[in-house]
């Protein structure tokens, strides 16, 4: 833009703010003070988040109160679903595939460093357009291409165990798409990259995982494990795809073993009759899960089990009017923590 000769002003999120309502203060102030009819929002999930929250913001400026914001509630339930508006206008590139911030009509960002992020929903928040260049994750790491597939798989099978309304194509088009994360992962257990066509479809895959027909034909949508990942990801530090990866197969364990909280067993076996692999679709998760591990760098050691009731009570106040949340309970929540090796 700048070689074009349009005036740009470039803002650097500081990374303290990173996932904040902060972040998107510093973004709505730095348009208000150079008169910016267009923002283009350059970065991972968070970054896009805080541009999405601080574009709605231009026109709904209590959409920054922090009052709102640290209310003891997981959810920010608006009475406004009108579309964006005109200006300023927002353009998305992420730099990290899987977000689907780029597409998304929510925002999930935390009150304040350190706590869980709560989350936001309306059309208005929806950038103006979105771009997909798979080239800017061309020199991502092994472990960052796992949390971006683990993301990915996720949005796409938590909804699948827990949604009570769908069809035979929905659901053989779910299957295939996890298959084709799972070998994805199989490619980077082998290899420090993913192929140059991989790359592109995993930007392809995040894309439909959050806005192809499914999201408006499955209900509910929304399965537990998101709610308690926000609570782990704000007192870890870890990204939501490692968290999940830790997580993953003790839920489906816990999934066949009846726990309905956490999803449906029939739905399980749903995924398992549309398979193409040989091996059961459990076995090959736990597999993919395990190489995302194997691919993590740092060493995550066990929490206390005092941090862990915290953060069950914590899950349980923000998110206890999600049916299953409310069915785990804070006991419920440390229990699915524990065993999955936090």
């Known amino acids: 833009m700048t070689a074009s000769g349009v005036h740009t002003d470039v803002l650097s999120l500081p990374s303290d703010q990173t996932g904040t309502v902060g972040s998107a203060r510093l973004v709505r102030d730095r348009m208000r003070m150079t008169g910016s009819r267009l923002c283009v929002a350059l970065g991972g999930g968070s970054a896009i988040d805080a541009a999405k929250l601080a574009r709605a913001a231009h026109h709904r400026p209590w959409l920054l109160d922090r009052a709102i914001w640290r209310r003891p509630t997981g959810v920010l339930a608006l009475p406004d679903s009108r579309g964006p508006d005109s200006t300023p206008h927002l353009i998305a590139l992420s730099t990290r595939p899987g977000t689907a911030a780029e597409v998304a009509s929510r925002v999930a960002l935390a009150p304040d460093t350190g706590t869980s992020r709560r989350l936001l929903t309306g059309g208005f928040l929806r950038p103006t357009m979105a771009l997909i260049d798979p080239d800017?994750?061309?020199?991502?790491?092994?472990?960052?291409?796992?949390?971006?597939?683990?993301?990915?798989?996720?949005?796409?099978?938590?909804?699948?165990?827990?949604?009570?309304?769908?069809?035979?194509?929905?659901?053989?088009?779910?299957?295939?798409?996890?298959?084709?994360?799972?070998?994805?992962?199989?490619?980077?257990?082998?290899?420090?990259?993913?192929?140059?066509?991989?790359?592109?479809?995993?930007?392809?895959?995040?894309?439909?995982?959050?806005?192809?027909?499914?999201?408006?034909?499955?209900?509910?949508?929304?399965?537990?494990?998101?709610?308690?990942?926000?609570?782990?990801?704000?007192?870890?530090?870890?990204?939501?795809?490692?968290?999940?990866?830790?997580?993953?197969?003790?839920?489906?364990?816990?999934?066949?073993?009846?726990?309905?909280?956490?999803?449906?067993?029939?739905?399980?076996?749903?995924?398992?009759?549309?398979?193409?692999?040989?091996?059961?679709?459990?076995?090959?998760?736990?597999?993919?899960?395990?190489?995302?591990?194997?691919?993590?760098?740092?060493?995550?050691?066990?929490?206390?089990?005092?941090?862990?009731?915290?953060?069950?009570?914590?899950?349980l106040t923000l998110w206890g009017r999600h049916p299953g949340i409310a069915a785990l309970g804070a006991k419920g929540v440390r229990d699915v923590l524990q065993e999955s090796g936090f």
């Open 136 to 315: 800017w994750s061309s020199t991502l790491s092994r472990e960052a291409w796992f949390e971006s597939l683990n993301e990915i798989l996720f949005r796409i099978l938590g909804p699948f165990l827990i949604t009570r309304r769908s069809s035979k194509r929905i659901d053989r088009t779910a299957v295939e798409w996890i298959e084709e994360i799972l070998d994805i992962g199989a490619h980077l257990t082998d290899h420090e990259y993913p192929a140059d066509g991989q790359r592109l479809r995993t930007a392809e895959l995040s894309v439909s995982t959050a806005t192809a027909g499914h999201v408006h034909h499955w209900a509910p949508t929304m399965p537990a494990w998101w709610c308690i990942q926000n609570t782990v990801v704000a007192h870890t530090g870890l990204s939501k795809g490692t968290a999940t990866s830790r997580a993953l197969p003790v839920l489906l364990e816990k999934i066949a073993d009846g726990e309905e909280s956490l999803g449906s067993a029939g739905r399980l076996r749903t995924m398992e009759k549309y398979r193409s692999y040989e091996k059961s679709m459990r076995e090959a998760i736990g597999d993919f899960c395990a190489a995302a591990r194997n691919a993590d760098a740092a060493h995550h050691g066990r929490r206390s089990d005092e941090e862990l009731v915290k953060w069950g009570n914590e899950t």
